[in-house]
């Protein structure tokens, strides 16, 4: 692209390094950024460097958070038998809006990939085993994405766990809500005949 | 959402008021942010904040520039009896992507929409008058987007150019290169048929 300003150009080119943003969005995004009071543009610029810089992981369960020990870790209400593994903030989101778990998370950071690079050390593993030394966890629930990462990261985070005298299980996997049977690959049908449930279970919620 | 930091709920609320952003992607860019270095952090919020400050428009054809007279208004090479009129910098950029044009520019800012409350007042209209009083300006093209609002606009402009000695013309209107003719809506390809051209004509470049 020709661009008449050098300030431009950087601006779309710093944009355009954000995943799935390409050049042509970039432009759009920074001339809507242009159109703004600088006022409004000061404060969606120093949000995000004031988030870069001021953010801070929880201690226990490493969960994005304000304080050292994040909210859930510090309710008093929570289960703290219970421990919910998940890839990332996105996923502890994802649960806490089902309003269906009252336990602690362990946010892993990631997942095990060697075709990226991320080996278990990358991971907030150890740390894991650290809180599972502490007795009174009694259940760890695996909730990772269905995945050749998420079900390397299960098979090798099964095996560290196994020592400990705890339940280990793994959110069901099966046809969504909604879903028609006719659309769901073979896999999932299969493994929701061979992992079926009695109909009164399949009612409750 | 349920957020687990006010910070981070505070940049995806400042991500998700760019257009086409929702809360999702927005949440999907922070994340993304948050794992790049600091320094790298500070480099996509400092282009952002400059460009807001330190923008100018080139006070001749009112495109985005880091000078006060652009590079194309200052360019010896460039013809300056024709002068192209456009709605922004990224129409500015399409035609000198095409490097078919070798005139001036005036952008607009805008086009007229009764509808946003966008009069002529509001666009650089008496500017681009102002620019036809010098002598030497022989040729005004219009390349306005062919809408309701670009209609408008350039029935608009057309009646306040009158007066003045000068060819007023707008890009040709016909089916794009690659198009399948079956595919073409009548408004169109009726036109293009009112509007045919020698055939020796449609083959210079």
Known sequence: MNFSSKLLEDAVAEFAKLPGVGQKTALRLVLHLLKQDSAEVDRFSGAITKLRHEIQFCQTCHNISDQLICEICSAPKRDKGTICVVEDTRDVMA????????????????LISPMDGVGPSDLEVD????????DGVKEIIF???????????????????????????????????GGELEYVDELTLGRSIATRVPYENSLSR
Chains 1, 2 share one sequence.
């Not at 649960?95 to 990631?110: A, C, D, F, I, M």
């Not at 740390?127 to 502490?134: A, G, S, V």
């Open 95 to 110: 649960v806490e809006n089902t309003n269906q778990y009252n336990g602690l998370y362990h946010v892993l950071g990631g």
């Open 127 to 134: 740390t894991l085993i650290e809180r599972l030394k502490d």
């Open 143 to 177: 909730a990772l994405s269905a995945t050749m990462e998420g079900d390397t990261t299960l098979f090798y985070l099964n095996k560290r766990l196994k020592p400990f005298n705890i339940t280990i299980s793994t959110i069901a996997r099966g046809i969504a809500f």
